[in-house]
């Protein structure tokens, strides 16, 4: 019966670009960025790498579709590259399949890569979806953005436990608060100012109640990682090695938007996906084992919300978590300890990898400014699609325990 | 006994207040003067004679057998398609049955709604039809600064004829045809091209109304004394409408009001509209004219019957009147018609190409907000897809029609969007739940931020969810009417 892939998979190295408007770069640049840091780091020849999967979200408005714009942009020998696309968690997926081809003995060195370069649409905020949400979408979708389809958290989190809108304000803007402090610390981030909640709860409304602060950023970036089996890593001479400890994926099958019982005040599928990575991991107090945690700050109601969903806080107190700093870099779970989405920004295909990037480094004490004391277990949770519809990626990794 | 079993009507929430038109215009023509008083009706920017004309359509259905209908007539001068058959979409809207029903529209002068109302009775009285659905609708496009944008009005009223229970019956009509033309739209042109009201006045509404009401009682065989209430439109100035009566003969009491303080002329719906104010309010054996103007004037009279008083209740026009909200700017209004070229950003310029092969399939979802109810474990469902969504059941073509658009919805969740592309900012959406089971995340509409709260009930509405302007094709679908 099978149990997962726990220290089946350890990463060899990993990469991550600058992000931000990187006006002069394309999406093929940003990917050699990110991979030439990935392949340094691991130590080996491009030629090892046996098979890749590429992650792009909107590849219409930068590489175009396939997996051939990586093949083509790393010069890779012809081996097996794979396009993977689950909305936002996209990142995360490339990786999944970087782990399994491992983990399934089919492969002995893989390379995931994310890549997203969005600010050639000409305009700010993600890619207009309407029309490539497929016809009958198009007939009937409500014309939603991002912000506006998660802001609706707010009203149904806050109707369920009779949480005023002002405390609401103000827990999401402690959650921007904290992570621009960290993202403050990070030359990689997007958005380098530490920012107060006061400023927060007075910058503009982008889709009620979520205001300009509490929206992540549109950038480009690219993120990478090679992974291999433990006794590999350890010929090659790896040492403390960063092990894979659970990959687990939930996708909403149309139950919230469309069953009798959902509020909008939770993710359905954080709740069980995070269940199961626990159980894979080995994980029976998330709370008091998880050394921290880089979550979905798509917005800061996202991440509230999840803090919940992950059996962290308990349901209905994920605000005084938050207030109480229990969140914050000094708290019993640091989230977004590389600044997040809220500091990166999110370029859709790079985000999973580049949560995944920052735990990498934490566990191999490379943080820098950043690093935390003796982490044991980093989750990081990439959430894509909506509310009502979507999917949800964690992965769990601690030190190589075999 | 043939006549009126039902009736309904809708007017736009939104009231443009006619001296914001007189502020912005009044540099150019100081002369707008005369009309600014009141307020007219104004579709909002989701709205248009289709979505008007199946509100007023539902709102007359209240009650009433939709299966029954075996004909749906649509009236007016500014139907969204020349070649796509309007009543067709109307039909679509209401859910009527593809099978054993006639769907016609009648088009190209002012007094169609009365000639579709005429041809019901043609068809009732021939013994071919049972029960006729006559709609009349107009949003009609006018160019700034001149008298027609504040004389019209946007409208819509439905008639249910038929032979059984009615509540008016059809007495007799006369008819005047001749080509008249007050004003003209030439095929393709966007705006009316009116002559000099004081023609108009004299050998128009003069001339031809009072024929064709005289012609009505010699035909009847009845003089003014057995009339109750004589209901016939006129754009120009209430003052030329009464002025009317004496042509007619008729004592002013009996001159149903045109509305233009507050609402406008509706165009093909007036008549309608205007006999439908009267009929509210009248008692059984009353006789009322509901007359049109357009070349020509259709006289058709009615006597109101008992059987008034069974009537289950509806909207009507008293209901429509009184769901208001004044609107101040003439700016806005001049945008929701499109008359000025309003930046809106390259997020705009999104495909809105329509997949007509996908419509077609998803015709009754998209138009007649028609879900799915499985006959398993009883769920009602939107949309309804083969798999049932009920996690404990998820039986496979177990589904029957579940028509979701008469049932009032409870707000589960909010928001208003500065960022989606918007005429009206913010974009207000959130998802609903249906009374007895069935949600969906839809846009809600006729509403403020402000009075959007979560357990709130809304209505659902028939709206035009988006235009493609280089293909001249508007898309259908249903919005949220939060209910304050």
């Known amino acids: 019966m099978a149990t997962g892939i726990r220290d089946k998979v350890v990463i060899l190295g990993m990469g991550c670009s600058r992000f931000g408007e990187r006006w002069d770069m394309s999406a093929e640049d940003l990917m050699v960025e990110a991979f030439q840091e990935c392949i340094q780091d691991a130590g080996i020849e491009k030629n090892e790498i046996e098979a890749a999967w590429l992650a792009t979200a909107f590849p219409s408005v930068h590489v175009g579709p396939s997996a051939a714009p990586l093949s083509i942009a790393l010069r890779l020998p012809n081996i097996a590259v794979t396009r993977v696309e689950n909305f936002c968690a996209s990142g995360t997926e490339a990786f999944r399949g970087a782990v399994y081809a491992v983990a399934s003995g089919a492969y002995d060195i893989c390379l995931a890569l994310g890549v997203e370069k969005l600010k050639d649409t000409g305009y700010g905020g993600l890619p207009e979806f309407g029309a490539s949400a497929g016809p009958k979408n198009f007939f009937t979708n409500p014309g939603m953005t991002a912000p506006g389809s998660f802001a609706q958290l707010a009203s149904g989190y806050g109707a369920k436990y009779n949480v005023p809108d002002d405390e609401i304000k103000r827990a999401m803007a402690h959650v921007s608060a904290k992570s621009h402090a960290n993202g403050a610390k990070n030359p990689k981030a997007h958005l380098r100012k530490a920012v107060s909640e006061e400023q927060i709860m007075a910058s503009p409304i982008i889709a009620h109640p979520l205001g300009l602060f509490d929206c992540c950023g549109v950038s480009d970036g690219s993120a990478a990682a090679i992974v291999t089996t433990p006794e590999i890593a350890k010929k090659l001479g790896k040492k403390d090695l960063v092990s894979v400890k659970a990959l687990q994926l939930s996708l909403s099958n149309g139950y919230e938007a469309g069953f009798n019982e959902w509020v909008v005040d939770h993710f359905v599928t954080t709740t069980k996906a995070s269940v199961k990575a626990y159980e894979e991991a080995g994980i029976k107090n998330p709370r008091e084992e998880l050394s921290m945690i880089e979550v979905h700050d798509c917005f800061s109601i996202t991440e509230l919300v999840t803090m919940e969903d992950l059996h962290l806080s308990k349901r209905g107190e994920a605000c005084k978590d938050v207030m109480d700093g229990f969140y914050d870099a000094d708290g019993g779970v640091p989230c977004q300890i590389d600044g997040g989405l809220k500091c990166f920004g999110h370029p859709i295909g790079a985000s999973g990898l580049r949560m995944m990037y920052e735990m990498y480094l934490q566990l191999h004490g490379r943080a820098e400014d950043r690093q935390l004391e003796d982490p044991r277990f980093g989750l990081t949770h990439n959430l894509g699609g909506f509310p009502f519809m979507n999917v949800c990626s964690i992965g769990i990794v601690g030190k190589y325990e075999g | ?484």
């Open chain 2, 1 to 484: 006994m043939v006549g009126i079993k039902a009736y309904g009507a809708y007017v736009p929430r939104k009231r443009l207040n006619r001296m914001a038109i007189l502020q912005n215009m009044m540099w150019l023509a100081p002369g707008l003067i005369s009309a600014a008083q009141g307020e007219r009706s104004m579709c909002n920017h989701d709205e248009d004679s289709m979505t008007m004309a199946v509100a007023a359509a539902r709102d007359c259905m209240t009650g009433m057998d939709r299966k029954a209908v075996d004909a749906v007539y649509l009236a007016s001068t500014s139907m969204p398609f020349v070649d796509r058959q309007n009543s067709g979409i109307m039909a679509a809207g209401i859910n009527l049955p593809e099978e054993g029903v006639v769907t016609a529209d009648f088009t190209s002068a002012l007094k169609c709604g009365t000639t579709a109302t005429l041809a019901a009775i043609d068809a009732l009285k021939g013994g071919e039809k049972d029960s006729v659905l006559v709609t009349a609708t107009d949003a009609r496009a006018t160019k700034t600064a001149w008298f027609y944008e504040m004389w019209y009005g946007d409208g819509a009223a439905s008639l249910l004829m038929g032979k059984d229970d009615v509540i008016a019956e059809f007495k007799g009509s006369y008819s005047v045809s001749c080509d008249f033309v007050h004003s003209y739209r030439g095929a393709g042109a966007q705006f009316d091209y009116g002559w000099e009201e004081r023609w108009i006045r004299e050998e128009g509404f003069t001339k031809i109304i009072p024929e064709a009401i005289k012609g009505l009682l010699k035909k009847c065989n009845i003089t003014l004394d057995d009339v109750s209430k004589i209901a016939y439109p006129c754009y120009l100035s209430s003052g030329v409408h009464k002025s009317l009566a004496k042509r007619i003969g008729a004592d002013p009491e009996k001159i149903v009001g045109n509305m233009a303080a507050v609402l406008g002329d509706t165009g093909a719906a007036h008549p309608l509209i205007m006999f439908l104010s009267a009929l509210e309010e009248a008692n059984p054996g009353d006789k009322i004219i509901m007359a049109s103007f357009g070349q020509g004037c259709d006289a058709l009279l009615f006597e109101v019957t008992e059987k008034i008083k069974d009537l289950p209740a509806r909207n009507g026009i008293k209901g429509a009147m009184a769901n208001r909200k004044e609107e101040g700017s003439y700016t806005k209004f001049l945008k929701f018609r499109d008359l000025i070229n309003v930046e809106m950003g390259i997020r705009s310029e999104a495909p809105l190409q329509t997949a007509l092969s996908a419509l077609w399939r998803n015709r009754k979802e998209v138009l007649g907000l028609v879900g799915g109810k499985c006959t398993a474990c009883g769920t009602p469902q939107f949309p309804r897809l083969r798999m049932c969504v009920n996690p404990a059941c998820q039986e496979i073509d177990t589904q029957e029609d579940y028509e979701f658009s008469d049932v009032p919805v409870t707000i589960k969740s909010y928001t208003g969007d500065m960022l989606a592309v918007s005429v009206e900012p913010p974009a207000i959406y959130g998802l609903v739940q249906f009374e007895g089971g069935g949600r969906t995340l839809v846009d809600f509409t006729d509403c403020e931020l402000s009075e959007v709260k979560v357990g709130q009930t809304a209505k659902m509405s028939f709206r035009r969810k988006y235009f493609d302007e280089s293909r001249k094709f508007p898309g259908y679908f249903w919005k949220a009417v939060p209910q304050t």
